[in-house]
């Protein structure tokens, strides 16, 4: 039986919650965080240690479809990801990773350090050509560094509430203290309008550089605008999570558009 995420993750569909942590906090007041807490920085490889941390924490307290899973169903839906996204792992000069979980949401997220994870119930309204370019876009917050620039904020935002007025705290400290809560927040980071403008962009780049139809990028978010738009009646996870990112028929537009200039990118 699919389980629902141990972790409530609003990625791919844009603009998630913010953390409790972060409230209304701007740039720059993120950036007077690095400085009021003086011992406390983050590096490139601290992000990356944290996302690593956090996805291994992920994939131990849910289920993940593996390609020798006893169960079929499971089985297969680590076939078809591995035959969909198998030839994209190294793409972009980047080394890409990538897992099914068995689970009811219908989402994908990807992380800093190159961890992708699509969610089975995803996989089960996507074609595979849609599903590739969600994926795409989900490369395209790890190539643009959206990921490790919302981790940066998420631990200097933590490191706030922990370390303010103290010589001492790491990331690996933030983790360690508590790697469940610290991987949700990591997992649901949110990103802007531009970012998630950004990422469609970089996945429509995706599929064109690689020979696909970018109208499956079009495609793809219709179905979470239909379930937008049924939302009010149906209370499943899906719908209600669509309900709460009303711009998928912009997304929708602003694809089409570029399809019907003929941009390659």
């Known amino acids: ?48 240690q944290s996302a690593t941390a956090a996805i291994k924490w992920m994939d131990e307290n849910n289920q993940v479809c593996e390609l020798n899973s006893k169960q079929k169903d499971m089985r297969e839906y680590a076939e078809r990801l591995e035959r969909i996204f198998g030839p994209y792992k190294n793409y972009d000069g980047l080394t890409l990773n990538y897992k099914v979980y068995y689970v009811t949401d219908i989402n994908a997220f990807a992380c800093a350090d190159g961890s992708v994870r699509v969610f089975s119930s995803l996989m089960d309204i996507m074609t595979d050509d849609e599903l590739l370019a969600i994926i795409g876009h989900e490369i395209g917050h790890v190539k643009l560094e959206h990921t490790k620039n919302a981790y940066k904020q998420i631990l200097l935002a933590e490191a706030a509430t922990k370390y303010v007025g103290s010589t001492k705290g790491t990331a690996a400290d933030l983790m360690n203290s508590d790697l469940g809560g610290m991987s949700e927040k990591l997992m649901s980071a949110s990103f802007s309008r531009k970012q998630e403008t950004d990422s469609d962009d970089y996945s429509y780049k995706f599929l064109v550089g690689n020979g696909k139809n970018p109208q499956a990028l079009a495609d793809g978010f219709q179905k979470f605008a239909d379930m937008e738009k049924e939302g009010g009646a149906d209370k499943s996870l899906g719908a209600k999570m669509a309900s709460s990112h009303p711009d998928s028929e912009k997304r929708v537009k602003r694809v089409l558009d570029k399809i019907k200039k003929g941009d390659k990118k």
């Open 1 to 48: 039986m699919k389980k629902i995420l141990l972790t409530a993750v609003l990625v791919f569909l844009g603009m998630a919650t913010a953390q409790a942590q972060l409230g209304k906090l701007g740039a720059k007041k993120i950036d007077a965080l690095s400085t009021a807490v003086a011992a406390f920085t983050v590096s490139d490889t601290e992000i990356q």
